[in-house]
């Protein structure tokens, strides 16, 4: 397992942009980003594979919401644009097994979270 810290969250207006980040203490293989709003449960957003060739995407975020990740800085990263108030969350970032569809059990390690608010 490996600690993962993220960075980046904060408010935004609706239409505006942020970019997460996730710093990890070592080599990761696959790797996601996970939301939970409040009085709901955590769902999945974003997840890519090690080489980040491969790339999979929550539905309601495809086209808005791009994850990257630098194998050299042991870092992944998620461009946050067209915020929507619906994107208003915790969003945490998670190392694990890279697969399609990805569930919770797939990742092992986990951060502590980074609040995003976006304002209507």
């Known amino acids: 397992q490996v600690q993962l810290v993220e960075s980046g969250g904060g408010s935004v207006q609706a239409g505006g942009s942020l970019t997460l980040s996730c710093a990890a203490s070592?080599?990761?293989?696959?790797a996601g980003w996970f939301r939970q709003a409040p009085g709901k449960e955590r769902e999945f957003v974003a997840t890519i594979s090690f080489n980040g060739g491969s790339t999979y995407y929550k539905d309601s975020v495809k086209g808005r919401f791009t994850i990257s990740r630098d194998n050299a800085k042991n870092t992944v990263n998620l461009q946050m644009r067209s915020l929507e108030p619906e994107d208003t969350a915790v969003y945490y970032c998670?190392?694990?097994?890279?697969?399609?569809?990805?569930?919770?059990?797939?990742?092992?390690?986990w951060g502590q979270g980074t609040q995003v608010t976006v304002r209507s």
């Open positions: 998670a190392t694990g097994t890279y697969r399609i569809p990805p569930e919770d059990r797939d990742f092992n390690s």
């Open positions: 070592g080599r990761f293989y696959g």
